[in-house]
């Protein structure tokens, strides 16, 4: 049981991060408005806020067949990679273009995992705690806001901030503790449902 739940708890990562990218991207468009010079653009700074809820909201409409296929637990390795390359890509954006695509990409992984962790939760839970472990991606997402607001918060009071470090969080934790938790984790359980 106690493998179920550290398997869950991995795989809500994935919420945290969705509450992390909605809550900073409030925080750090300031700061990509001056270091791209976005003053005068309102419809790029838009583009750079929705960019990633775009990515999301197209990639759930066809996520759920895409697990039937190719099941739960490798689209949520796919999701890890998209977030960790998109992070990657954000921090090196040299043009808005760049990072525009990068948040395009984050959208995708964030709205895989987004859609796919309380499935695969409900996979892969004991039935007696099943509805205990499936608030746990509400209750990251919510952690994942709440850490981001209170980075924002910290930032607002230093001189100068760097907009990079607002990509720093997600850089840490994605292949660390999703990827590799899940592998791991998951080769001791049995498993119903093509997970």
Not at 26 to 50: C, D, Q, W
Not at 85 to 91: A, F, G, N
Request: proline share 5%; net charge negative.
């Amino acid at each position: 049981m106690s493998g179920a739940v550290l398997v869950a708890v991995a795989a809500a990562i994935g919420n945290l991060l969705q509450g992390w990218d909605n809550a900073t991207i409030a925080g750090s468009i300031l700061y990509i408005k001056r270091e791209f010079n976005l003053e005068s653009e309102p419809t790029i700074e838009g583009l750079i806020v929705a960019m990633s809820l775009i990515g999301a909201t197209v990639v759930t409409t066809c996520s759920g067949p895409l697990s039937d296929l190719l099941g739960r637990h490798p689209m949520l390795i796919i999701s890890s990679v998209l977030c960790f390359v998109s992070s990657l890509v954000m921090l090196w954006s040299p043009n808005v273009y760049i990072l525009l695509l990068a948040r395009l990409l984050d959208g995708v992984g964030i709205g895989l995992a987004v859609t796919l962790v309380p499935l695969y939760i409900s996979e892969t839970a004991p039935p007696e705690i099943r509805g205990l472990l499936n608030t746990l991606p509400q209750f990251t997402g919510s952690a994942g806001m709440f850490f981001s607001y209170c980075m924002v918060f910290g930032m607002s009071l230093t001189k100068a901030p760097k907009c990079w470090v607002f990509f720093q969080f997600p850089l840490s934790f994605i292949l660390h503790s999703h990827y590799s938790s899940c592998l791991n984790l998951q080769d001791g359980l049995s498993v119903k449902g093509g997970c």
